[in-house]
């Protein structure tokens, strides 16, 4: 079996089983580099892979250090022997190995790790007043973040905005073929449809390069705004308001999911906000505050709740 053969199918099978080209294209940078493992080796059919094979290619990803010389994380190493074990799956699937090596192997322990740090009130005000709202590019600016603040959407989520997908009657955002190519309609907030609107209606027309340009935020040439252009605006105003977190779409969809489950937002319905498939994942991007457990656990905790009566 040719490399590059079962590579290029692989693709092919994925493409039709409607993943996105995004994950497809990652992970066939993954298994090139187990294709290269592997000739290194002068292994030369997948046939001839086996558990020990695989073995020795964990202890190799483990020593794989990344462009600023740090080791790769238990999550990425993990992700490399996922991937190949998809690959293999597919290929006994069809007949073409005798079975799936991956299989045999003890998987990797990720440890769970609090979401990241997410930012307060005060710092997401303090963000907000940056642009300078007397440019189009402040407007602009302004209403991307509102927007993120309100909507919890991804980066490539914005990006890829029409706008045929803006639903102004309902204060509503068409999200088409998101994360995992799911559709989803997003609730967007007064105060940022507001921005929103200003933008459009006084930002947008002075740049528009077509007029049938349908992206919601563009670039100063007129066309569809970049995730350099995203990254570019994030970095800018984090450090005029000083805020020593990474000021990125994450931090600003971690923070919307914790401020909103700090007033009584449910995970479930979170869930949809955000648009994941598990909810799992959705609990993992709470960061509960101190102030919220300290109050649950005065009203809750027996000794708490008889400490008065004990005074």
């Known amino acids: 079996m040719n490399p590059e053969t079962v590579l290029q199918n692989f693709k092919e099978h994925r493409l039709a089983l409607n993943m996105s080209e995004r994950t497809i294209d990652g992970d066939a940078?993954?298994?090139r580099k187990f294709f290269d493992y592997l000739e290194y080796e002068g292994i030369e059919n997948l046939t001839d892979v086996d558990t020990e094979v695989l073995l020795?290619?964990?202890i190799y990803v483990s020593a794989l250090r990344t462009k600023k010389g740090e080791l790769y994380?238990?999550?990425t190493r993990k992700r490399?022997?996922?991937v190949v074990g998809v690959m293999f799956q597919y290929l006994w699937l069809k007949g073409e190995v005798f079975y799936n090596p991956v299989s045999k192997l003890e998987r990797i322990k990720v440890p769970k790790q609090l979401p990241a740090g997410i930012l307060s009130i005060e710092e997401v005000q303090t963000l907000l007043d940056q642009p300078d709202i007397s440019t189009w590019l402040g407007l602009r600016d302004r209403a991307i973040m509102e927007v993120f603040y309100s909507t919890a959407?991804?980066?490539n989520e914005l990006i890829n905005l029409d706008l045929l997908d803006l639903y102004p009657d309902r204060k509503t955002m068409h999200i088409r073929q998101g994360k995992y190519l799911k559709?989803?309609?997003?609730?967007c907030g007064r105060v940022a449809w507001k921005w929103l609107s200003k933008y459009l209606e006084e930002a947008r027309p002075l740049r528009i390069a077509n007029?049938?340009?349908?992206?919601?935020?563009i670039n100063q040439h007129g066309c569809r705004l970049g995730q350099q252009g995203i990254k570019t605006?994030?970095?800018k105003y984090g450090k005029q308001a000083s805020i020593s977190k990474s000021v990125t779409p994450h931090i600003f969809r971690h923070t919307c999911a914790t401020h909103m489950h700090d007033n009584g937002a449910s995970i479930r319905r979170l869930q949809e906000i955000l648009g994941h498939e598990s909810i799992e994942t959705t609990a993992r991007y709470i960061r509960v505050s101190i102030v919220k457990l300290k109050q649950t656990h005065k009203q809750c905790h027996p000794r708490e709740m008889t400490a008065e009566k004990i005074a």
């Open 56 to 58: 020795k290619y964990q």
């Open 183 to 187: 559709d989803r309609v997003v609730p």
């Open 233 to 235: 605006l994030m970095d």
């Open 153 to 155: 959407m991804r980066r």
């Open 29 to 31: 940078v993954l298994l």
């Open 73 to 75: 994380s238990p999550a």
């Open 211 to 217: 007029p049938d340009e349908q992206a919601v935020f």
């Open 80 to 82: 490399h022997l996922t």
